[in-house]
T-cell receptor, first 112, second 113 residues
Framework: KAGVTQTPRYLIKTRGQQVTLSCSPI?????VSWYQQTPGQGLQFLFE???????NKGNFPGRFSGRQFSNSRSEMNVSTLELGDSALYLC???????????FGQGTRLTVV | QKEVEQNSGPLSVPEGAIASLNCTYS??????FFWYRQYSGKSPELIMS??SNGDKEDGRFTAQLNKASQYVSLLIRDSQPSDSATYLC?????????????WGAGTKLIIKP
């Protein structure tokens, strides 16, 4: 069974640009969550989607948005990038809500 | 009080000894508890899940849950240098009319040869 796939793995963007990250969950998983992790920091929750609906949202500005498609694939978008947005962005999928989460390898975003 | 708390460490343990990692949580109605391991620069990987009071063993790993005292712990027997990583505790917490997975900040474990 294929794991969680995130694309791209690495990305370099300029301040002010926008970026879209993609996540393909494990087949059959319906819940997708997104996290931001900066060096030395824990996981900062961005949002969670289940059956195309946003269930939960973390404390991030409106520049961070996401969506989930009918095949459970998810995208997150960051507009007007700031230097502080440089981080590892992790996607995790779960079969259902309140179950184990399985992480992708992450997208490392660098904003210059 | 943080919803999920872990000692940030680092916790240094000699090779072959038992490493004990602890996590406390604030929500009394939490039902699902998870331990993850994260190597530097990598994504977290699930080690154990536990839902009932008591111990759950998987190889060298044992998770212990005590809902009355609101803590969950992870024991690693016969610690190996490859166990050196950050260990994250995650708890399902009822918040904003939904259950959400809340993460501890992680404990850095160092196994000394």
């Amino acid at each position: 069974k294929a794991g969680v796939t995130q694309t791209p793995r690495y990305l370099i963007k300029t301040r002010g640009q926008q970026v879209t990250l993609s996540c393909s969950p494990i087949s059959g998983h319906r819940s997708v969550s997104w996290y931001q992790q900066t060096p030395g920091q824990g996981l900062q929750f961005l949002f969670e989607y289940f059956s195309e609906t946003q269930r939960n949202k973390g404390n991030f500005p409106g520049r961070f948005s996401g969506r989930q498609f009918s095949n459970s694939r998810s995208e997150m978008n960051v507009s007007t990038l700031e230097l502080g947005d440089s981080a590892l962005y992790l996607c995790a999928s779960s079969p259902w809500v309140d179950t184990e989460a399985f992480f992708g390898q992450g997208t490392r975003l660098t904003v210059v | 009080q943080k919803e999920v708390e872990q000692n940030s460490g680092p916790l240094s343990v000699p090779e072959g000894a038992i490493a004990s990692l602890n996590c406390t949580y604030s929500d009394r109605v939490s039902q699902s508890f998870f331990w993850y391991r994260q190597y530097s620069g990598k994504s977290p990987e699930l080690i154990m899940s536990i839902y009932s009071n008591g111990d759950k063993e998987d190889g060298r790993f044992t998770a212990q849950l005590n809902k009355a005292s609101q803590y969950v712990s992870l024991l690693i027997r016969d610690s190996q240098p490859s166990d050196s990583a950050t260990y994250l505790c995650a708890v399902n917490v009822y918040k904003d009319s939904n259950y959400q997975l809340i993460w501890g900040a992680g404990t850095k474990l160092i196994i000394k040869p």
